[in-house]
């Protein structure tokens, strides 16, 4: 078996390769019935593994006992880059102003954007219609930490965590924040059916 | 003690005499059957529980069926009955046949086969019931522990055994590997089930945070290598050249693979706890033995493949060469994708994915499976001397597995290079793309169905071997005399005269199994000790100096809540260091913070989100609703209820004992925190109940279990935001 695999190549090599092969195909021990041949390592093979060892060995001395950087330092690198990014971000764009916010009152199209956000975001401790629920109420004059518009988007963007009401500034959009602060003020005076009791302290406008 | 030896052989020694005796197939008969029994079991819990991911209704709200209770046992079954089964029945068969010789003692090969399967039985009943130590692929608790120790003992004595009483001089290679597994797997068992027993079926383990998820995964990445991998490529030694007629290809490639397997397999463990808080140097090892065991392990493949030079035209005709070949194939798909998962930025993407989910499956279905598949059709003719019933129906069940597999492996590459792209999408004005895990999940539940329909498929295809094989061996003949077979038995070669034993050395150490099984040893504790001792000696300090409050009463035993409904499942608790991660779930994970967790709770998979710096993140109510229902508080969430923790009872009186072992672990608890423990926890629930009643909760909420997982949960990164922890 095998020989007839190399029918192509001229006679000299054939019959070296004839007899490496017949040495290849003896059969060295038997059990059971199951013959051993004795082929030689595929090169392939062998080499391949040879690569990987060096490989091993480079990538060890590189990194545990040269100078590669370590997983924690790379994050740090990585986190410092980003950072700086947001930091320059930050400065060109101030936040609104309570004049900016209010004004947004009077954009349908931005109320409707803030109720969407609201929905997905908000329902599940502010209630559906913002009565309240695991979180207080936004539609009465009672406000827990101020009932001003900039006082609000500050309580979103960082929220109160001591209190489960998540920060926001590192999820949402800023622009999609004023939406739902407009919102959420739009909410004033709705009187929705089963309203959480006041909390805080009333604001008068 | 079979031997049915004619004559006298104490007078002549030396003299070879021709000795008759049978061959103990009952035995294997017995473990093939069970093989074919807890494969259906493990197949059909698999399908349940990829169902359940796919549409959280199908877990009932019954605890003993819910996810995280129902996977462990899906694991266990594969792993330890359906593929453990199968091993025994191709040990006991080949062993006696290359070795011409009876199993030492039938009664040892019956007490292995009856522990076993009790074993099996005993899991198959506590898993369910929330009986776990927590820990992947060593879940069962102490007294199952022990048996499955004392019953390996058993084994391994039977086979040492009959070792010493072969009538052939030489030790084949399907030997080797079935050496190296019964010494590797006792080592991994043992060292890895060191616990203290809080009451019968509780305890936990000696090891804590680091020093446990290494020890953890040195057992768990080598469970698989010499569960799953040593064994069956014993087995495929002994039965493809077997169901082949030819010989094979290379007897030096089976020395080489076979050395450098044992010896690089031992060390790839940390592989698991890449970006953890394991130390670098470590993890770095398990990546580098990874990648220099791709050679290796494909050794055994192009041997096996090599060996069908020439028959590949049979592979067409012959339904147990095809499963070879496709097994062959997709081992040597999965043990290049191992070593590519282990390269740390390609591990970054896929870890806590569905991509491991499917590397695991190539490996357990392709592998595994066929191998299983093609042994048992060889093998149940030759047992029961007859035919295969149907070869058609085995060409039916090869391609509908064939496809189940693909489906399978397919879908789950694809959900979880999905998911690890969308966890790490960040948009040009820095924030999360997906910054709710839900949407990561949403996006991935197709091919949650799909992979369901590929098990589907895989399972519908065991039936079809399963009825194949009783229409099998019902038209079997009922003979029952076992053949009679005879052999020369072995003169003894003194060690003066070690020469006769061969003219290479390794083939003399081929002639010398204790000498290579003491050899095989040695190279599997090389890298067990480079890699474990210095992380055990270098971590002492951190909880030494540790100004760390351990967890109260409550939280512990809300913490065994969370163990025992197998949370750690599906949420890690380890997060790494990589810059989308941070910002999804706050500051990267440190080694201090899980000092006192024993178990490690860092999980492997991430189906829900890590839980790390869960504390303080939401209300207490904010659970409360969520357990009960977490579709209210997370739309489209496939998590299941836990409806039983609203009406099941904390039972208190409990708690004392737990710290008191804890204490004994090292966890630094003082006598006042013992002697105070149920009274201190009865407060702690009492004010976390009080704050949920004064938000609408009914009274009652005071002694039901949630109120203690609240407690666990709600100190999940506590110590890092209060900065105990730097």
Redesign the interface.
């Known amino acids: ?2 020989s007839n695999d190399h029918k192509n190549l001229d006679n000299e090599d054939k019959q070296k390769i004839d007899q490496k092969t017949n040495k290849e195909n003896q ?3 038997t ?12 090169a392939w ?2 080499n ?2 040879y690569l ?2 060096i ?3 480079g ?2 001395f590189y ?2 006992m040269g100078d590669g950087p ?3 330092k790379e ?1 740090q690198k ?2 410092n880059e ?1 950072e700086y ?2 930091a320059l ?1 930050k400065d060109s764009s101030k936040g609104a102003s309570e004049e900016e916010l209010r004004a947004f009152l009077k954009e349908p199209s931005r109320i409707q954007a803030g109720l969407q956000i609201f929905q997905t975001r908000c329902v ?2 502010h209630g559906a219609q913002g009565q309240g629920g ?1 979180g207080p109420n936004l539609t009465d004059d009672y406000w827990i930490h101020g009932g001003k518009m900039t006082e609000i988007l500050a309580v979103v963007v960082n929220g109160v ?4 009401m ?1 920060p926001w500034g ?4 800023l622009d999609e924040i004023y939406s739902v602060v407009t919102f959420i003020k739009s909410l004033r005076g709705t009187h929705p059916p089963n309203p959480k009791e006041p909390q805080g302290l009333l604001v008068k406008e | 003690m079979s031997l049915e030896s004619s004559e006298s052989s104490k007078d002549q020694p030396l003299k070879p005499q021709l000795e008759n005796f049978s061959y103990d197939d009952a035995i294997v008969k017995k473990f093939l059957i069970m093989t074919l029994v807890w494969g259906a079991v493990a197949l059909l819990v698999g399908v349940v529980i990829a169902v359940q991911l796919a549409d959280w209704r199908f877990n009932f709200g019954l605890p003993w069926i819910t996810f995280g209770r129902l996977r462990p046992l899906h694991t266990n079954a594969a792993i330890f009955a359906f593929a453990g089964n199968a091993i025994f029945a191709g040990i006991y068969y080949s062993t006696q046949r290359l070795l011409k010789t009876r199993m030492a003692s039938d009664l040892l090969s019956q007490i292995h086969f009856w522990g076993w399967q009790a074993i099996i039985v005993a899991a198959a009943l506590t898993l369910p019931l929330g009986y776990t130590v927590g820990k992947e692929y060593a879940e069962l608790e102490l007294p199952i522990k022990l048996a499955i120790t004392v019953v390996w003992v058993v084994f391994a004595v039977n086979y040492f055994k009959t070792l010493l009483q072969r009538r052939e001089r030489h030790i084949y290679v399907a030997i080797w590997f079935y050496i190296a597994t019964i010494i590797t797997v006792a080592l991994l068992h043992v060292i890895n089930s060191i616990n203290l027993p809080v009451s019968f079926w509780k305890s936990y383990p000696v090891y804590a945070g680091v020093q446990d998820a290494l020890v953890q995964w040195w057992y768990g990445h080598n469970a698989v290598a010499f569960f799953l991998t040593t064994p069956f490529l014993g087995l495929m030694y002994y039965f493809l050249p077997k169901a082949a007629g030819l010989p094979v290809y290379s007897y030096r490639l089976s020395i080489v693979h076979f050395w450098s397997l044992v010896f690089i397999y031992i060390w790839a463990g940390p592989h698991h706890l890449l970006y953890s808080t394991l130390p670098e140097w470590a993890q770095t090892l398990g990546m580098i033995f990874s990648v220099m065991l791709w050679a290796p392990s494909w050794g055994g493949m192009v041997n096996g493949l090599l060996t069908l030079r020439g028959a590949w035209h049979r592979v067409r005709t012959e339904p147990i060469l095809k499963f070879f070949v496709a097994g062959l194939t997709f081992y040597g798909m999965a043990t290049f994708e191992g070593p590519l998962l282990s390269v740390k930025s390609v591990s970054a993407i896929a870890h806590y994915t569905d991509w491991i989910i499917a590397h695991v499956h190539g490996g357990t279905l392709g592998w595994n499976g066929f191998l299983i598949f093609a042994m048992i059709y060889w093998l149940v003719p030759k047992l029961w001397k007859t035919e295969l019933y149907s070869v058609k129906l085995a060409h039916v069940h090869f391609w509908t597995a064939f496809l189940g597999t693909l489906i399978y492996t397919v879908s789950m590459w694809t959900a979880g290079i999905t998911q690890g792209l969308m966890w790490r999408a960040v948009d040009p004005s820095g924030h999360l793309v997906y910054p709710d895990f839900i949407e990561t999940v949403i996006k991935i539940i197709p091919l949650y169905f799909l992979r369901a329909i590929g098990g589907f498929l895989y399972l519908g295809s065991f039936f079809l071997m399963l009825y194949n094989i009783v229409k099998t061996i019902a038209k079997a003949p009922k003979t029952k005399a076992p053949d009679v077979v005879s052999a020369y038995r072995l003169t003894p070669v003194a060690l003066s005269n070690l020469s006769q034993l061969g003219d290479r050395p390794h083939r003399i150490l081929e002639g010398l199994p204790a000498v290579f099984s003491v050899l095989t040893l040695i190279a599997v504790i090389v890298g067990t000790v480079i890699e474990l001792i210095p992380v055990f000696l270098g971590n002492q300090h951190v909880a030494a100096s540790s100004s760390l409050k351990p967890y109260t009463g409550l939280e512990l035993h809300g913490r065994d809540i969370y163990v025992r409904e197998g949370c750690y499942v599906c949420h890690s608790q380890m997060i790494r260091p990589i810059l989308s991660e941070t910002m999804r779930y706050g500051e990267y994970s440190r080694e201090q913070e899980s000092i006192y967790d024993h178990p490690f709770q860092w999980g492997s998979k991430r189906i829900g989100p890590d839980l790390a710096r869960l504390g303080g993140k939401y209300p207490d109510l904010w659970h409360y609703r969520h357990m009960l229902d977490p579709r209210e508080v997370t739309p489209g969430s496939l998590m299941p209820a836990y409806p039983w923790l609203y009406r099941d009872k904390t039972d208190f009186r409990a708690i004392p004992k737990k710290l008191k072992v804890m204490k004994s672990l090292g966890v630094p608890y003082t006598e006042m925190d013992l002697a105070q423990a149920e009274a201190d926890a009865l407060s702690h629930a009492k004010k976390i109940a009080d704050r949920l009643i004064s938000q609408g909760v009914p009274a009652t909420v005071q002694n039901q279990e949630i109120i203690a997982l609240i407690a666990y949960l709600q100190r999940l990164g506590e110590d890092f935001k209060k900065g105990l922890i730097q």
């Open positions: 078996m095998g059969v060295l021990h059990y059971d019935g199951i013959g051993e041949l004795d082929h030689s390592l595929p093979w062998i391949g593994f990987n060892i490989f091993a060995l990538y060890f990194y545990i370590s997983l924690l994050y990585e986190k980003y990014a947001q971000k599940v401790c695991i965590p001591e209190k489960g998540a590192g999820i949402l959009k």
